[in-house]
């Protein structure tokens, strides 16, 4: 019954690799949303995606691509990856862009 | 732009300690706020939001006033608890649908 659901919980990989994490929400949101935690904590948004259609791109490298195949489901395919890319992704929905936005339990991705 | 600043941790209280951890905020015109709370190896939950000035948000015994006048949005609770440990994220929203966080304060409650 879970809310905003995000497979893989962790994701371990090597340097070039490409890889996905999905995402889906069965609370009926028309937002979504991709997150990234450092090392440090700090949360900082990727993408948003208003009924299927990116809102949101913020100064996010071109590895990263989002797809949103319909309303509940935001995947997030990130190419040739790298050290840096070594975070905790989250994944969001809310029900519109001033809603209160519920958060996914995180993908903890590593690239070694 | 808008940001979010908090006091940086890790804030150690014993168990029953009043806890205060303050956030202040920099936004045109009226952002709505919020505290968010990660509990050791999960996702963000929303912990309490205030919409406008002089709101209060209050939840499981932790309170936030919206203060216009000083653009703050400090996160208090009367007693905490063992269970209380957490990372807590100030936030805003302000136009748009992003949220912008503040880094995070780690609190420690120690019996």
């Known amino acids: 019954d879970t809310a905003v659901s995000q497979t893989p919980k962790y994701l371990v990989t090597q340097m070039g690799n490409d890889k996905s994490i999905k995402c889906e929400q069965n609370?009926?949101?028309?937002?979504m949303y991709w997150y990234k935690q450092d090392s440090k904590k700090f949360l900082k948004i990727m993408f948003s995606?208003?009924?299927?259609?990116?809102?949101i791109n913020e100064t996010v490298p071109n590895r990263f691509s989002p797809k949103s195949p319909d309303k509940a489901h935001l995947n997030l395919h990130i190419n040739s990856l790298e050290l840096g890319d070594s975070a905790v992704y989250f994944c969001?929905?809310?029900?519109?862009?001033?809603?209160?936005?519920?958060f996914g339990q995180g993908t903890r991705l590593t690239v070694v | 732009g808008n940001s979010v600043t908090q006091m940086e941790g890790p804030v150690t209280l014993s168990e029953e300690a009043f806890l205060t951890i303050n956030c202040t905020y920099t936004?045109?015109?009226?952002?709505?706020l919020f505290w968010y709370v990660q509990y050791p190896g999960e996702g963000l939950q929303l912990l309490l939001k205030a919409t406008k000035a002089d709101d209060k948000g209050s939840n499981k015994g932790f309170e936030a006033t919206y203060r216009k006048e000083t653009t703050s949005f400090h996160l208090e609770k009367g007693s905490v608890q063992v269970s209380d440990s957490a990372v807590y994220f100030c936030?805003?929203?302000?136009?748009?649908?992003?949220?912008?966080f503040g880094t995070g304060t780690q609190l420690k409650v120690e019996l």
């Open positions: 995606y208003n009924n299927k259609e990116l809102i």
């Open positions: 936030a805003l929203r302000r136009g748009g649908n992003k949220l912008t």
């Open positions: 936004a045109t015109g009226y952002p709505s």
């Open positions: 609370l009926g949101h028309d937002t």
């Open positions: 969001a929905s809310s029900q519109d862009a001033t809603a209160v936005a519920f």
